[in-house]
DNA sequence: CTGAAAGCGCTTACAG
DNA sequence: CTGAAAGCGCTTACAG
């Protein structure tokens, strides 16, 4: 079991050296084309991969084969634990098909973006899972050129493309049912200004869900700023000074509620007895130190499945399909 | 500027073809070798280049040079917010440096680890980032073998070899002050049962300084669980049970302060009046969320630009070299 | 200043 | 049942 990484890893040469048969006959056995073969050549050829610690190279397998085992994360802003629960069960339910991850962190950045796009490319990764993803013009190119795409969360720029993410009308209706349900009838809601696709649809769900219930008003705030926990501080600010605090608020996501309760304990505004927050995304953070946030809660710690599975199915031609996640409330 | 990617990307032949040279002459100028070479063949390869959309494929460069361009980053649990910030900060650094990286999710067990080392090895990785990681067979193989290796926050376990860390002894001494300097006498501390070296030296730091200001007896509570929020949850409920609430509490961890924070809530024990949490890590939420927990603050964020120095200097022959960053009092 | 040629490690028809 | 040979895209001494 000697083994010299460091000078030179063993080649399909150096096994077949070492077994006394061609690198054709290695490479046959490595790829389990064992149907034809004989037992004996078999064993003696595992026995050498096992003496010289023989590893395939991707980069030679990658060549030949015109075609890698290496799948490319693109998301925004990767300390987002939304992101973070997306990337871990991504990555799991890749290794377990066999593929590799890269991730890339675009900051939600169509210059970054397509930066990344191109030297994945480069990388000849075999497969794109872009998170969020924004309109960029290399991205769109990649969707003309058919390049095999699943997107998450938000939906493709162009609106054709596989797509894994949830209901979101459904969830701002659920979002205003919870609110409406605890008796409260002043709510007010909270979003980023730049709204993705994702805002607009649960923003709408609210709305016309508190509206069907026969809410007259709903008091809307927005705020531009690094993060959703900043735009949370600053629009409920926005808000509350413009009209008051409202019984109840929704907020787009966990961490624009965060901003949102910092803001209120600031003001020595009782969470949840004066205003009654909710948010969606459901992070499993809230249980332990957000007991005060009610959340539309999402999966994200199973969206890795059907994502590769979109990804399998887009490979293999089909590449319109969408999983719509569930979501429950908490 | 006609791309089609689905068909076959361009090669050097490719641009070869149309700009009427050798492959070795675009080869020279695509990699910058333009000293010696017309400026009039220069123009025109640069032209075909952007006409024809080429990009290098980095499996064909990658098998000539021997190396890649690809870092595997190994960390166990992306969910935890340490590791987001780590992982974050350092695909940003290698970014910048041109390099991409791969994330694997260990979780924290030894044979997933050598799973993905032998994965990344045929992968043709030119490095290694090992976040916390085990102890493992391929581990030490790898070690042995002078693989390029940066170990982050969990020392390499054969004690030789990069790394980029805090001083944790201090850490734990800096928890100390900070409940002695609010005048708390009875304190205690929370750690996880399988606690590696970085849980031991904070907990000695702690421990020393507490009896060199004249302590006599630091409480103590262990707990194993899937994660430190339940190893808080369990190890507060230990302690509590048998010796009652102290005044002080000093958690190895945010995340151990987060459990330790719900069973008091649970038990009507108000943080931080009744009983002072001190936790290690400074999470950025925590100024949000959690203002009562005061915490060591660490600069995760910053890691990446040291852990990839480290690694150009392991690159280089220089392994031994280690980097000790500065944690603060929050 | 530029090109022909070898070779990195692998796979795969093809021949035997 | 097994091997010789071509070729994936790239780099780099070497020759001119």
Not at 16 to 41: H, K, L
Not at 185 to 196: D, E, F, I, K, N
Not at 231 to 238: D, N
Not at 300 to 312: K, M, N, R, S
Request: aromatic share 6%; proline share 5%.
């Amino acid at each position: 079991m000697t083994r010299k990484q460091r000078s030179t890893p063993a080649s399909l040469a150096t096994v077949a050296a070492a077994a006394g048969v061609s690198i054709a006959t290695v490479s046959r056995i490595v790829n389990g084309e064992t149907r034809r073969a004989s037992a004996e050549t078999i064993a003696r050829v595992r026995k050498a991969i096992a003496v010289v610690g023989y590893q395939p190279n991707h980069a030679g397998r990658t060549l030949r084969r015109r075609e890698s085992r290496l799948v490319a994360m693109l998301a925004p802003n990767l300390e987002n634990p939304v992101m973070a629960a997306i990337a871990a069960s991504t990555e799991a339910a890749l290794r377990a098909a066999g593929y590799v991850m890269i991730l890339c962190d675009t900051h939600d950045r169509p210059d970054l973006q397509d930066e990344y796009l191109n030297a994945m490319r480069s990388q000849v990764v075999r497969g794109y899972i872009m998170v969020a993803s924004v309109p960029s013009p290399v991205l769109k190119d990649f969707v003309a050129d058919g390049a095999p795409i699943v997107f998450v969360n938000r939906r493709p720029p162009s609106g054709r493309g596989a797509f894994v993410g949830i209901d979101n009308i459904k969830a701002g209706a659920d979002a205003a049912d919870m609110l409406w349900s605890a008796g409260l009838r002043r709510c007010g809601v909270l979003t980023p200004a730049q709204g993705s696709s994702v805002t607009r649809d649960r923003l709408k769900g609210f709305c016309d869900r508190l509206r069907a219930l026969g809410t007259e008003d709903v008091y809307k705030a927005e705020a531009t700023g690094r993060s959703h926990l900043e735009i949370g501080y600053e629009a409920v600010q926005r808000l509350t000074a413009r009209d008051g605090w409202p019984e109840g608020l929704m907020c787009v996501s966990d961490q624009i509620a965060y901003g949102a309760y910092r803001f209120a304990r600031e003001s020595d505004v009782v969470i949840p007895e004066r205003c009654m927050l909710v948010g969606i995304d459901g992070n499993p953070l809230n249980r332990w130190i957000a007991p005060w946030l009610r959340s539309i809660e999402i999966m994200y710690e199973e969206f890795g499945q059907p994502i590769v599975e979109l990804l399998d199915q887009v490979w293999r031609g089909g590449g319109n399909a969408e999983r719509i996640m569930p979501h429950s409330v908490a």
